[in-house]
């Protein structure tokens, strides 16, 4: 989405860290929200963080929000084969429940 | 225990054709989604129902048309398609209340010849 973008493309070595950077242009954003999608499947909610914290620890996953700045980070420790996917930022744009999605981070995750 | 379902999975169909996609969730959520997702994983909401009721239409032409005949059903007809539809279609569902996480299904793929 024009208003939530990503970078497109992270690779990184097995065991290593990886973070996957969002930003945002909705002020009054309440939620935000990671989404992982692997190959022909949906997408699945990783985690979310609301708009008045600044970080989320949810084992391996740390997200880290600075709403100053509109940047959204999702830290995965430790990463995995497994964790080669798309990974979606989104953010919850108004009251009626419209969200709108970055175009995809694809992480690459090598041995 | 699948908590989104959608079928069909796969569809293939020629331009002009009619189809349908159907939608059920099991997660007692009172909001549905349709998202569409295209070949660059662009992800789009189309329309979204809160106990029945239409909420959010996106700028979607109206050869699709969505009908949610109770608060676990949400299906989307598409009519006269065309090469551009297709995609990955995504519905989706979540609580009205907050965090409202969504719950996605596992998409049906569309390819209009």
């Known amino acids: 989405g024009e208003d939530v973008e990503q970078s497109l493309f992270l690779s990184v070595r097995e065991g290593d860290s990886s973070v996957i950077n969002c930003t945002y242009t909705d002020s009054s954003s309440t939620y935000l929200y990671w989404y992982k999608q692997e190959p022909g499947a949906g997408l699945q909610l990783l985690t979310y963080?609301?708009?008045?914290?600044d970080m989320k620890q949810d084992q391996r996953l740390t997200v880290l929000l600075n709403k100053k700045d509109k940047h959204l980070s999702l830290r995965i420790a430790d990463t995995q084969t497994g964790d080669s996917a798309i990974y979606f930022c989104a953010e919850k744009t108004d009251s009626w429940g419209k969200f709108q999605f970055g175009a995809g981070t694809q992480v690459v995750v090598t041995p | 225990d699948t908590a989104v379902s959608q079928t069909p999975k796969y569809l293939v169909t020629q331009m002009g054709n009619d189809k349908s996609i159907k939608c059920e969730q099991n997660?007692?959520?009172?909001?549905m989604y349709w998202y569409k997702q295209d070949s660059k994983k662009f992800l789009k909401i189309m329309f979204s129902y809160n106990n029945k009721e239409l909420i959010i239409n996106e700028t979607v032409p109206n050869r699709f048309s969505p009908k949610s005949p109770d608060k676990a059903h949400l299906n989307l007809h598409i009519n006269s398609l065309e090469l551009g539809d297709s995609a990955v279609y995504f519905c989706a569902s979540s609580r009205m209340d907050s965090p409202y996480e969504q719950y996605f299904g596992p998409g049906t793929r569309l390819t209009v010849t």
């Open positions: 997660l007692g959520h009172d909001t």
């Open positions: 963080i609301f708009s008045n914290m």
